[in-house]
């Protein structure tokens, strides 16, 4: 019980490989307070009819969610806007929904049936 503190607060790793941008990559499941920062900056920059800053916040969330196979975060990884000029709104918005739904917990059960 001594460790109950530092238990709780350590995150569990439960990356998968997924096909996104044209590659395979490990995700992690992101965690709740990053999903909400993401949500709440979303409806601000839509609020704002920001669509580059918005696409620059889903790609930021999809290059922060890549590990690699001992589930550590990816080091040398482009930078957002990079990934944008490289990559379809479409190609993009499909990663971030894969991202997401992994980190809802919905992608494996989707993958199961």
Wanted: glycine share 6%; proline share 4%; with cysteine.
């Amino acid at each position: 019980m001594k460790d109950l503190k530092s238990r709780l607060l350590s995150p569990v790793c439960d990356s998968l490989t997924v096909t996104i941008l044209g590659g395979e990559f490990l995700i992690r499941r992101l965690s709740a307070y990053e999903l909400a920062e993401f949500e709440d900056r979303a409806g601000q920059l839509r609020i704002e009819d920001n669509t580059r800053g918005l696409a620059l916040a889903g790609a930021a969330l999809v290059l922060n969610a890549l590990v690699d196979e001992e589930g550590k975060p990816v080091s040398d990884l482009p930078a957002p806007d990079e990934l944008m000029k490289s990559h379809s709104y479409a190609s993009l918005i499909e990663a971030l929904t894969v991202v997401q739904r992994h980190s809802y917990g919905t992608l494996e059960e989707a993958k199961k049936n």
